[in-house]
């Protein structure tokens, strides 16, 4: 058990096979928790209650009542089962639904909202089914957006700024299948007996205010297959999902029950803090271990015949978290793991959970310690601060590219760091200028020509960035900038004028020029 107590046992609170009652079994706990007396209750409950399990104590404070950001954070309650063979041609398929409350924060009026189907991009290959679908209890109308990668809700009535609303929907998921090779790049579905599933269910799209009242649009971007496409505000879940009992789920969020049921299922509870979305990944295969850092629990996960990797894999977690906890501020999660998945060479992260390819635990050892860093400082820099990253990708990734720098700094020294450095992204960099290949950082993702000139220049020309910032401020004043920057901006959007504004050029006015040379100043989104 995790977090400020222990849940009661579900079965006492006769949840067996039904999960209605987890709420109220929740709930219980915390009113136990604040020694209330039941009968004479006065006061109503705390609805950021249940999500605590997840959070460090400490943090807990960011989801107050009267947090304006916790208050903006759109609320979940999804419940889903895993059929391996239940969907047409024995094809892996998931059956859920979820009610979502979600709080306008203005300036504009929505008349409508516009949730998001992640798994039908292209680069997904998912295929979704909507159900019915009702808002505070209402049926309404709904229609799907171009290329089907959306739904569009249209509302009883307009929610004005500061209101809110409830919205309910069925559906059903049918999970793709690749090859069983470790050679697969498959960010969703199943392969090698790994089910891969980021942004299973329907989630509510980014609002992006325009500049006059009304003229804002509800984020619909779908990304290219070499860049990150999910782009979500923070948001709170309860997640009740039921899956085989052979498998072993990885997710966001913690787990705070768990229900052996008579069909060969099991049944369990997921509660998160804020995140940017909830990761189911599971596999029937998986061995682990587990060690602490910081109060929180952190867990490796593997293949048979890779043990020395996974074992490697969870020290080189376990550092990077230890380095970032000290320059860039604590890590709030009780929770983080890493895990093997069906993404060749490569690596990608999730809310608590770094996913890394399966041959980085074979024929790529040498680079599972770089992947791993780079990875786990996206929980700074994508889950805690997080930017559009089909528009602004340098944002994120240059910065998160950068804080393996200051890794290998802490753990090897500064000559090994900036051995990394000159050849990680200086000389790619340099061959790219000599091809006349080079470009701007402030880009997005569909301005680059290709995937190799997209990755040299957003990843190693934008960790050359920060590294220029760096040197141009002094390491004191750089680390501050970096905590500085996560404690003003944790669980929100930024754009590049939020960090630039951070950079304080009136006191720094040097740096100008620099942003000027390093071509980081925002572009416009291609629409």
């Known amino acids: 058990m995790h977090g400020l107590f222990p849940f009661p046992d579900p079965r006492s609170l006769s949840v067996r096979r039904?999960?209605?009652?987890?709420?109220?079994?929740?709930?219980?706990?915390?009113?136990?928790?604040?020694?209330?007396?039941?009968?004479?209750?006065?006061?109503?409950?705390?609805?950021y209650l249940v999500y605590y399990p997840a959070l460090k104590e400490s943090y807990r404070g960011d989801l107050a009542v009267s947090n304006p950001v916790a208050?903006?954070?759109?609320?979940y309650d999804i419940t889903f089962s895993l059929e391996p063979t239940g969907g047409a041609e024995g094809k892996p398929i998931l059956r859920g639904g979820q009610s979502v409350h979600i709080l306008n924060p203005g300036p504009d009026p929505?008349?409508?909202?516009?949730?998001?189907?992640?798994?039908?991009?292209?680069?997904y290959g998912g295929g979704f089914n909507i159900g019915s679908v009702a808002v505070d209890g209402q049926p309404v109308a709904y229609t799907f957006v171009p290329l089907g990668t959306g739904l569009k809700i249209d509302l009883p009535q307009p929610l004005l700024a500061g209101q809110s609303t409830t919205v309910h929907m069925t559906?059903?998921?049918?999970?793709?299948?690749?090859?069983?090779s470790p050679g697969v790049y498959a960010l969703f579905g199943r392969s090698q007996e790994l089910y891969s599933l980021p942004l299973f269910y329907p989630a509510l799209a980014v609002y992006e205010p325009g500049p006059a009242l009304g003229s804002g649009r509800w984020w619909q971007e779908n990304g290219l297959v070499r860049g990150d496409a999910a782009f979500n505000v923070s948001s709170l879940f309860v997640v009740t999902g039921t899956l085989p009992s052979d498998q072993i789920p990885v997710t966001s969020g913690v787990a705070v029950t768990s229900t052996v049921m008579e069909n060969g299922s099991t049944q369990r509870v997921w509660v998160t803090g804020p995140v940017r979305e909830f990761l189911l990944h599971t596999s029937n295969r998986f061995e682990q271990t587990s060690a602490e850092v910081a109060g929180t629990q952190v867990t490796s996960y593997w293949l048979p015949g890779q043990n020395a990797a996974g074992r490697a894999a969870l020290n080189y977690t376990v550092a990077a978290m230890r380095v970032y906890n000290d320059h860039f501020g604590g890590y709030p999660f009780t929770q983080m793991a890493v895990a093997v998945a069906p993404l060749e060479y490569r690596g990608m992260e999730y809310p608590q959970v770094s996913l890394i390819g399966v041959q980085s635990y074979t024929d790529y050892r040498g680079e599972l310690e770089f992947l791993i860093a780079h990875e786990v400082a996206h929980q700074w820099w994508y889950n805690m601060v997080h930017n559009d990253p089909v528009t602004h990708p340098w944002l994120d990734e240059g910065l998160a590219e950068y804080s393996v720098h200051i890794y290998y700094?802490?753990?090897?020294?500064?000559?090994?760091?900036?051995?990394?450095?000159?050849q990680r992204w200086q000389l790619p960099v340099n061959l790219l200028i000599g091809r006349d290949g080079d470009t701007?950082?402030?880009?997005?993702?569909?301005?680059?020509?290709?995937g190799s000139q997209y990755e040299t220049v957003v990843y190693g020309k934008g960790a050359l960035f920060f590294a220029a910032v760096r040197q141009a401020l002094g390491e004191r004043a750089f680390e501050k900038l970096l905590r500085d920057y996560l404690a003003e901006d944790r669980w929100t959007i930024v754009t590049p004028e939020t960090f630039l504004a951070r950079l304080d050029l009136a006191a720094h006015p040097d740096l100008a020029s620099l942003i000027d040379e390093w071509g980081v100043r925002p572009t416009p989104s291609i629409r």
């Open 18 to 47: 039904k999960m209605t009652p987890v709420w109220l079994g929740l709930v219980l706990a915390g009113l136990l928790l604040a020694g209330c007396n039941l009968p004479f209750i006065r006061e109503p409950v705390d609805p």
């Open 71 to 75: 208050q903006q954070m759109p609320r």
């Open 110 to 123: 929505w008349p409508n909202l516009v949730f998001r189907l992640y798994p039908k991009l292209e680069q």
């Open 171 to 180: 559906w059903s998921l049918t999970i793709p299948t690749w090859p069983d």
């Open 409 to 422: 700094e802490s753990m090897q020294g500064r000559t090994a760091a900036d051995t990394l450095q000159n």
């Open 440 to 450: 701007a950082v402030g880009q997005p993702v569909a301005a680059y020509e290709s």
